[in-house]
């Protein structure tokens, strides 16, 4: 069993920044993939960003490539998701989400059904 609980999120105005994190527990955070997801209202779950469970290989969506950087602290049971230049279309609840690295496909990293584990969200708003 892997918990995961978000934090960070909150009201941000366009081009700020904001830092969310994933606090993990109960098993080794080593052993899992992680991926961040965001779903804004009247629309579908998206993938944001992925991190291999060492941190060695990393996935953006392009609508985020360049603005979002995905980390990880493994010694703190931790994963990061760093967002600068923030615009309106980013408001949405983010998620994080975890699966054992031997179960994950990485050429499937955008698909939420691949994910095991999942977080309660955090709401992320970017307006004026």
């Known amino acids: 069993q892997l918990q995961l609980v978000e934090s960070g999120g909150g009201l941000v105005q366009p081009g700020g920044s904001l830092r969310l994190s994933c606090v993990t527990s109960?098993?080794?955070?080593?052993?899992?993939?992680i991926g961040w997801f965001r779903q804004a209202p009247g629309k579908e779950r998206e993938a944001v960003a992925s991190?291999?469970?060492?941190?060695?290989?990393?996935n953006y969506a392009d609508s985020v490539k360049g603005r979002f950087t995905i980390s990880r602290d493994n010694a703190k049971n931790t994963v990061y998701l760093r967002m600068k230049s923030l615009k309106p279309e980013d408001t949405a609840v983010y998620y994080c989400?975890?699966?054992?690295?031997?179960?994950?496909?990485?050429?499937?990293?955008?698909?939420?059904?691949?994910?095991?584990?999942w977080g309660q969200g955090t709401q992320v708003t970017v307006s004026s």
């Open positions: 989400a975890g699966d054992f690295r031997e179960n994950m496909f990485a050429n499937l990293w955008y698909v939420p059904d691949e994910y095991s584990y």
């Open positions: 109960g098993d080794r955070l080593d052993y899992y993939y």
């Open positions: 991190i291999s469970s060492t941190g060695g290989s990393t």
